[in-house]
């Protein structure tokens, strides 16, 4: 299916005319007003983007996966991203989004640009076949009793460095690193978007990072590193050093869960190895595949 893509400031403009929650400020709306036009598709009073600060290099692009297509929204200005959250994620209400977090799946976004779109033509249809008074309410029972023909799926990205590490921690340029970064988080975030969709019943947030990390790095580099995969989660062989692993534990002792992973991801490594030169995606499979012997068994 062909999509339009945007880059540069008027993304969010362009977004907005399909998701018009945006033109809403956190803190400023009332729940009844942001479920009448989520929920019911009305217009804001106010179609204001005043309160977001837009960028050149602001893209919305589409993936291609496995699991088909998902749109993507990088927003450059951190301010922004952070309201993106909040309005689109949050119905509108303020909250503190952690520093650490750089991406974003919203799933279920109602799409009214959709429903608009097949009203027109449902009634176009009827009229031309010679129906003075087509049932419109019976078909748009029929349509949105599929999710699949109005829900979207949404990533959205925040441009800097990857789990915010350096790019002299990586051994590289700082605008190598940030270009490189960028193509991890993409793939990461889309391979989560691909495992909910084909492994909803293999749902393991430890595991899911782990493959996520795995398919972004390959995808970026076009190789495996284990020690950027480390790096990123803050472990080494002896337990944990201070990284992202600590958003995904429970209760678990973090020191031998970090072993754990260690232990894994050098697994992953091998798997990865004697695979090299499929896709990133397909690597994903291949990984998802091999879970119960590399993961659960563990």
Known sequence: MEHEEWKGPSVLANLAQIYRQLYLRPGEVSPEEYKKIV??????????????????????????????????????????FELFLQIMANRCVPYEVPSTQGASIIDGLINWTKIQNHRTK????????????????????????????????????????????????????????????????????????????????????????LVADAAGIYAALGRYDLKMAELFLGITETG?????LQNY?????????????????????????NHEGVSAYDMVLILEDKKEELWDAD
């Not at 944990?240 to 992202?244: F, V």
């Open 122 to 209: 449902f009634m176009i249809s009827k009229r031309a076949s010679g129906d003075t008074d087509p049932d419109w309410n019976a078909e748009f029972k029929r349509f949105t009793a599929d999710k699949k023909n109005y829900k979207d799926a949404v990533i959205v990205l925040c441009a800097g460095p990857y789990s915010g590490i350096k790019a002299e921690d990586v051994g590289m340029p700082e605008t190598e690193w940030l270009d490189i970064s960028m193509k991890i988080r993409r793939v990461h975030e889309c391979t989560h978007f691909v495992c909910r969709r084909l492994y909803p019943e293999k749902k393991d947030t430890v595991w899911d990072e």
């Open 249 to 273: 534990t429970g209760n678990e002792d973090i020191d031998n869960l970090a072993m754990r992973v260690h232990s894994v991801l050098s697994e992953i490594d091998k798997v990865i190895l």
């Open 240 to 244: 944990y050093t201070g990284g992202r």
């Open 39 to 80: 929920n019911k598709g009305m217009e804001p009073e106010v179609k204001d983007l005043s309160h977001f600060r837009c960028h050149p290099q602001d893209s919305c692009l589409y993936e291609n996966t496995p699991a088909g297509e998902v749109m993507v929204v990088t927003l450059n200005q951190r301010q922004d």
